[in-house]
């Protein structure tokens, strides 16, 4: 029978559904004979049903008949990967996993669970990112059954429980970031995949746990700007990626600057002053952060 939990359900802090305690319902096994000795069994009384029939027991046979019939129904086989969950007049009595066949109280109402591994494809949803952007995003959910008595009794639906929760999850996540790294050491639904994909998980075992279902793996499928903004977006992208290539061009040639002034100082080369060393600095920056290739002019007459 299962353990009813009186106290209401609450929202959780990710804005999933939680309990009080623990569970409202919880798996075990149920009493579940070896199948094939009954059967071989019941094979026996069948032929000896037959023979009361020929004998003209009539009425002993007819008794038999219903005992026959009555133990036939306690039959039952569980295939690999899937579960037996056993109710009894309304009360729960057990769930049988071990494979192979079965027999149980014939009075009992015997219902089918997978226990496959399945996989959930979201829709692309229409959402804010953090930054109020709608953008589209989808995801793909892999999920098996790990507790029947959960997911038969505590939701209505647990296969319809898992696709509305997975949404929710991933609107809910959508909102938490940015979908670009706009500022250094952000995290954003772009640039840091495996991180989101691992809060969308945990998120997911949270709300999915009161179905008795278990997360294996949930990452993001589609992810992308909306439609209506995508043009201005894409500029902005192709701006911030100009600006940081710009920022390590420059880096790059007053290293390369400082380094030249060094060596020509160390090896004493050539003395130059002040208002040489600015030209010198300034002709070289000009050469190494041009986006073309520029034409030197050789002075062949003095340095000065």
């Given at each position: 029978m299962s353990e009813l939990d009186k106290t209401p359900p609450t929202v959780g802090p990710q804005?999933?559904?939680?309990?009080?305690?623990?569970v409202a319902s919880r798996e075990r096994?149920?009493?579940?004979?070896?199948?094939?000795?009954?059967?071989?069994?019941?094979l026996a009384l069948a032929a000896l049903n037959v023979w009361l029939f020929v004998a003209g027991q009539l009425a002993l046979g007819g008794v038999l008949l219903i005992v026959n019939l009555l133990l036939s129904m306690g039959f039952f086989i569980v295939q690999p990967n899937q579960a037996i969950l056993i109710?009894?007049?309304?009360r729960y009595v057990g769930t049988e996993r071990r494979n192979g066949l079965y027999w149980t109280n014939p009075l009992t109402i015997r219902k089918?669970?997978?226990?496959?591994?399945?996989?959930?494809?979201?829709?692309?949803?229409?959402v804010n990112d953090q930054m109020g952007n709608p953008i589209e995003i989808a995801a793909v959910i892999v999920w098996r059954v790990v507790d029947t008595a959960r997911a038969i009794f505590d939701v209505e639906d647990y296969t319809q429980f898992v696709a509305i929760q997975s949404e929710t999850a991933l609107r809910h996540l959508a909102s938490q970031y940015p979908y670009d790294d706009y500022t250094e050491g952000t995290?954003?639904?772009?640039?840091?995949?495996?991180?989101v994909s691992e809060t969308l998980g945990r998120e997911l075992a949270v709300r999915l746990q009161h179905a008795g279902v278990e997360v294996l793996?949930?990452?993001?499928?589609h992810l992308a700007y909306a439609p209506e903004i995508a043009g201005a977006m894409l500029q902005r992208q192709q701006a911030s990626a100009i600006i940081a290539a710009r920022q390590q061009i420059v880096q790059?040639?007053?290293?390369m600057v400082e380094m030249a002034l060094r060596e020509l100082e160390g090896q004493q080369i050539?003395?130059?002053?002040?208002?040489?060393?600015?030209?010198?600095v300034s002709n070289l920056l000009v050469v190494l952060t041009s986006e073309r290739g520029t034409q030197p002019i050789v002075n062949a007459g003095s340095l000065y």
């Open positions: 804005g999933g559904i939680s309990t009080r305690s623990d096994a149920a009493f579940g004979l070896p199948g094939l000795p009954l059967f071989l069994g019941w109710t009894l007049f309304g089918r669970v997978s226990l496959r591994i399945r996989n959930f494809n979201s829709e692309r949803l229409k995290m954003s639904l772009r640039g840091n995949a495996d991180e793996e949930a990452r993001l499928s790059g040639a007053v290293g050539v003395q130059l002053d002040e208002e040489r060393k600015a030209q010198m």
